[in-house]
């Protein structure tokens, strides 16, 4: 059998036995991941039909070229092919036709000092001491060590003292400090140097051994070096910082950086598919080493009932906290991963014995102090759908362990939560994250849009405010009400705004920009200008900002020129959302001219890294991102590598006329700014979605995992002080700091070729907003040609420097001069 593409993992042939009357003994599949998905029984003219549609068991096992497998004493061993001898003939049962040899091998010799052993193929004789060992999770064998070896003395410079020895019939037998001596086959397993031993192969040594020591430096990023560790006892020191725990929900794996910071997804930080981006992921393929738990299980299919290593609401582990090793790991190797194991098996039940690591707690109970009159905020609700699965026919679902639907699968037009108490769970930390975010202007993205299901357009957006209000205990929020005007044709999601009515005042209507062309596969962006209010509650109509709201093409797909993954980091649809990208800068303008306004501010998931061409667009037109100006946080993680595709863009321009006590621009207006890290950064086990998934009790009603992206929170405008004037020394740095961001822009507006700092129902971004690796390069100028935002001033220092001094205020008694800056009169160049 060699079908089944849905099989985990590599995999070759399989073997079945069945009895005279053709009943199914066993099936087995050579290869893959044990404990995980089997090839499929497929029907043919020699298959028997009880195999047909039956599933095979991995068993891991693999042969090099020219070997043959078999099934010896309950071990698939591997061995030269020997035709016309079985098990058992001229050579015992420990290699068909192979003579046991009678001189111990050192385990460095079948090491050796390459990627893989000198020796595969060949049956050796060896001694060491037990280090590891797995009985149950699947790895179905224990590691040894040469006696005596490791610590600060290196005997063996190159070559690896340690082996994993593959012995499911030996393993429940022997204990952790035993002395052995091995005979077996040597192979490499997913790259990692292994024996295979029978029952027949192991013998306990009474003579005592020298006791190994576990190696104490820090774990090296070069691969050399790291082979010539493979198999040994570590206690790695220095710098270590999770990257990433995506699977730990799945396999109970961390991802794991040397060194001090997160791997950083290239596109972020260097142009795509430029020296700098390619180099950038050079050294995190470096850096990466994955936090094991001695087994190959994956909880989602199979352990269930054993609660989820590394996974803790008390004690979480989470993407850019610290990690130091506690007690010695075995360094192992398998899937193109270095991993630090656990001496054995890792589970939620025994981790205040066996978990080899602890990690630093980096969460906050809110956003950082930003400062600021009032706020603005982008926040992605995960598909917060009112409708529910079971109200709608023909939905299919992701289930909890007990077979009870948690969230809508497919099949339906709902995307959330399967039924009320699923969807009570998800609004439960959607609440409680808004209400602490507190931000004046809050941009939504994957919200329903009700008018899908013949209700109003802003039904499930005025639930989610009426749950807000409930949560606060007042009428703290309101939303913003759809336009008159809407798209003919909108997807099932859409992006939304709500509000502190305390703190601003819509100024107008909303509008919804209509380009059924350039987002046709998006979501439209939604317009509001606001204005704050003063401490009497009066609108500040000269403070007036406008708020776009957004949604790009996600990077999972694409048809057509230019939207085809090219494998520069972009992913797929890069070219519609440059299109994207022109049609919004051009809505801006439109925006600016209609609000008389500066203030001009894009918010939400542009599903774009901040160095990739959409972006540039938007810096081509005198836009600056927000947060990758002023912090060096990201708002989302995958595949192990951080970057953001949520972004806040101020216009960073100054108009034509004179405004006083007011700042230049938008992006001068920006007091202080945060990446509030609740999301990306935490476990996935914690979300709504993953309810019961395992015995673990994971979900709490709070604001961690509350979604896959994490909010940009904004501050905007200096304060009044008790006299109710601008504060003088905030409006000096407001002055110097428009002058420097200006200069920079018209500068560096190409984005820079440098490197600046910066699945089952929940791969959404796999699906949706999936940061895959790649796409096309085709409008990679796209800021040199944008013919959108012709309107908006571009970069640059404006030279009209009008100083208003009506007022007359010289204070010279107290040496106060205060400096009336120009006012805005209002209009475009």
Known sequence: MKSGSAADGSYGSSAYLVDDEGALLGFEQIGGVTGGRGVMGSSGAFTPEAVVGEEAAP?????????????VDGVWTAAP?????????DGGDDGPGTPVPEDVTPIAAIQGPGDES?????TVKTRGVVTASYPSGGLNGYYVQTPGTGGAEDETPGASDGVFVYSPGTVADISI??????????????????????TAGVTSLDEAAEAVKPVEDVFPDDAAAREALEGMLLQPGGELTVADNYSTNTYGEVVLATGDGTLSQPTDVARPGSAEAGALEAENLRREVVLDDGASVNYLENDKDVPLPYVSNDAPVRVGAQASITSPVVLGFDHEKWRFQPTTRLTGDNAEAIQPASFSDTRTEAPEDIGGQVSLASFNVLNYFTTTGDQLSGCSYYDDRD?????????????????????????AK????????????????????????????DAALGTLVKRLNGAAGTQKWDFVSSPAEVPAEEDVIRTALIYQPAEVAPQGDSTILGDQDAFSNAREPLSQAFAPKDESGEAEAD????????????????????????????????????????????????????????????????????QEDPMQVFYEAGFKDVASEKTDKSTYVYKSRTGSLDHVLALDVS???????????????????????????????????????????????????????????????????????????????????SDEGNAEADGGADGGEGVSAGADGGDAEAADDGASDSSSGADSDAGDDSDGGDDLPRTGVDPTLMMAVAAGLIVIGASIILIVRRRRLGGQP
């Open 118 to 122: 000198p020796m595969q193929g060949e």
């Open 403 to 427: 077979g009870n639907p948690i969230t809508v699968r497919s099949g339906c037009q709902a995307r959330g939560a399967a039924n009320a108490e699923s969807l009570e769970r998800q609004e």
């Open 59 to 71: 068993t891991g096992a693999t042969a090099s070229g020219g070997q043959s497998i078999q099934l």
């Open 655 to 737: 108009g034509s006329s004179a405004q006083a006590a007011l700042p230049s621009s938008a992006f001068d207006a920006i007091i202080g700014a945060d990446v509030w890290n609740i999301n990306s950064v935490e476990a996935l086990a914690l979300e709504y979605s993953r309810f019961n998934y395992n015995a673990g009790d994971f979900y709490a009603p709070d604001q961690f995992r509350a979604s896959d992206h994490d909010p940009v929170v904004v501050g905007l405008f200096e304060p009044a002080d008790d006299g109710g004037s601008d504060d003088g020394a905030s409006d000096e740095g407001n002055a110097g700091a």
């Open 177 to 198: 400090g035993d002395h052995l001596e091995l005979t077996g086959v040597v192979s490499e397993h997913y790259g990692q140097t292994q024996i295979s031993v029978s």
């Open 430 to 457: 959607i609440v409680t994250a808004i209400n602490k975010l507190d931000a004046s202007v809050v941009s939504l993205m994957e919200i329903e849009n009700s008018s899908v299901f013949g209700e109003d357009r």
């Open 81 to 89: 092919a020997t035709p016309d001898a079985l098990p058992g003939d």
């Open 543 to 610: 403070k007036t900002f406008v708020t776009i709201s957004n949604h790009f093409k996600s990077k999972g797909s694409g048809d057509g020129p230019g939207n085809v993954d090219n494998g520069d980091g972009q992913g797929n649809s890069n070219a519609d959302r440059v299109k994207q990208a022109k049609s919004l800068v051009e809505f801006a303008g439109e925006q600016q001219k209609t609000a008389d306004s500066d203030f001009v501010y894009m918010l939400g998931d542009f599903n774009s890294y901040t």
